[in-house]
């Protein structure tokens, strides 16, 4: 089945940038794509997504400040954080499905099976 690999995470102080990087072993073009976040203690958490029609969907907590994409030449999905925050401190995990899913599925865990390892961001302030 798809593997994904994440990197990119890093420890940035509150204000600044990072963009982390999703690699997918096969055609990302047949795949739901989406980032989540889990803060130690908390559940899972849907941050954005990005359907195969290129319709995205983005978590109201970081929408103005997050961005989804991806590079299809490249099979890459990435998340461009700007103005990040203490709250945005987490591991994040890049998730697919090669089935469909309705907009409104698109940032349930629970509708994806395929899961990379996480890439930690830590935001100090």
């Known amino acids: 089945q798809v593997q994904l690999v994440e990197s990119g995470g890093a420890s940035v102080q509150s204000g600044g940038s990072l963009r982390v990087s999703c690699v997918v072993s096969r055609d990302i073009s047949r795949y739901r794509m989406a980032w989540f976040r889990q803060a130690s203690g908390k559940e899972r958490e849907g941050v954005a997504a990005?359907?195969?029609?290129?319709?995205?969907k983005v978590a109201d907590s970081v929408m103005g400040r997050f961005t989804i994409s991806r590079d299809k030449a490249k099979n890459t999905l990435y998340l461009q954080m700007n103005s990040l925050k203490p709250e945005d401190t987490g591991m994040y995990f890049c998730a697919a499905q090669s089935l469909e899913l309705w907009r409104w599925q698109l940032l349930d865990p629970a509708r994806y099976p395929n899961w990379g390892q996480g890439t930690q961001v830590t935001v100090s302030s």
């Open positions: 990005i359907d195969t029609d290129e319709y995205t």
